[in-house]
């Protein structure tokens, strides 16, 4: 027979096993569950298929890679909202701007696709809410955050993104050849090349000073048709004469000047399609 010493001294053991045992489960699922948070917070997110990749990750893309139109479609382009306007009564109200210069050029068009660089909060002083009212689509481009947010909250019907225009055709550095802090550059074609656009009718371009170089990345071919643009020429000092000859040289011809803002008109808008082989000779 164990004498009553040992068997509490047994007990007390398989006590302390038990505890520690339990001690050491505790602190296993602890860690896995440390473990798992961290590697989704800081750890590599090219495993997870769904996570956003960094800037780092996708700035050495060409600017027709599918990788990178599909991040825009993920990432950067909002679809036309389908809820009802979001407007204050003095803009519902508000004259349209250059609706006689867009009929003008385009000949009371009533259906089209637009795309306005320097959206603004899709209200104020817009030149393409007039359009979407009367049935138009198209792209809203604005860099400036605080103005992105506030386009969001108006419910456009028209594709949305929140970056600035690449002067170039790439993806612009972080803090080289940007126009707003912490706001990534990418190139026009692409944008439009992620939503499967290839005809424009309106092309509103008024980007601080970056003008004439967006429009040098454009492909003025088959794959891209525009059939006016307005540039706003304010920020263009010595600017406006390089952008018109340029623009001629394209296939449009300069319609008319009011204030800051230039139209031009595809040459051949009211004929054959545009002879693009005899423009790159």
């Known amino acids: 027979m164990i004498p009553a010493s040992e068997r509490i001294r047994n007990l007390l053991c398989s006590s302390r096993l038990k505890r520690f045992g339990f001690l050491l489960l505790v602190i296993a699922v602890f860690a896995f569950a440390y473990k798992k948070c961290y590697t989704s917070r800081y750890g590599p997110q090219k495993t997870f298929k769904s996570a956003r990749p960094t800037f780092l990750e996708i700035k050495d893309y060409?600017?027709?890679d599918p990788k990178l139109l599909e991040y825009l479609r993920r990432h950067v382009l909002i679809p036309p909202s389908k809820l009802p306007y979001n407007l204050t009564e003095e803009s519902a109200n508000a004259p349209s701007y250059y609706?006689?210069?867009l009929n003008q050029i385009l000949g009371n068009k009533k259906t089209?696709?637009?795309?306005?660089?320097g959206a603004k909060d899709g209200e104020f002083l817009s030149n393409t809410l007039h359009l979407e009212k009367e049935g138009w689509t198209g792209l809203l481009v604005e860099a400036q955050p605080e103005?992105?947010?506030e386009l969001l909250t108006k419910n456009r019907k028209a594709w949305i993104a929140n970056v600035c225009l690449s002067p170039y055709l790439h993806i612009s550095e972080m803090g080289e050849h940007r126009l707003v802090d912490e706001v990534p550059c990418f190139p026009l074609v692409s944008l439009l090349s992620a939503i499967g656009v290839k005809h424009v009718d309106y092309f509103f371009l008024g980007f601080e000073g970056v003008e004439r170089q967006?429009?040098?990345?454009?492909?003025?071919?088959e794959t891209l048709v525009i059939d006016c643009i307005h540039v706003e020429t304010v920020h263009l000092p010595g600017e406006e004469s390089a952008?018109?000859?340029?623009?001629?040289?394209?296939?449009y011809d300069f319609v008319v000047k009011h204030g800051i803002d230039e139209f031009y008109k595809r040459r051949d808008y009211n004929s054959a399609p545009p002879d693009f082989a005899a423009l790159r000779t």
């Not at 089209?112 to 660089?117: D, K, M, P």
């Not at 952008?243 to 296939?251: P, Q, S, Y």
């Open 243 to 251: 952008i018109k000859i340029f623009l001629e040289t394209r296939g």
């Open 147 to 149: 103005w992105g947010k």
């Open 99 to 101: 609706k006689k210069e």
């Open 214 to 221: 967006i429009l040098k990345t454009l492909p003025f071919d």
């Open 62 to 64: 060409n600017f027709t």
């Open 112 to 117: 089209g696709f637009f795309i306005e660089c």
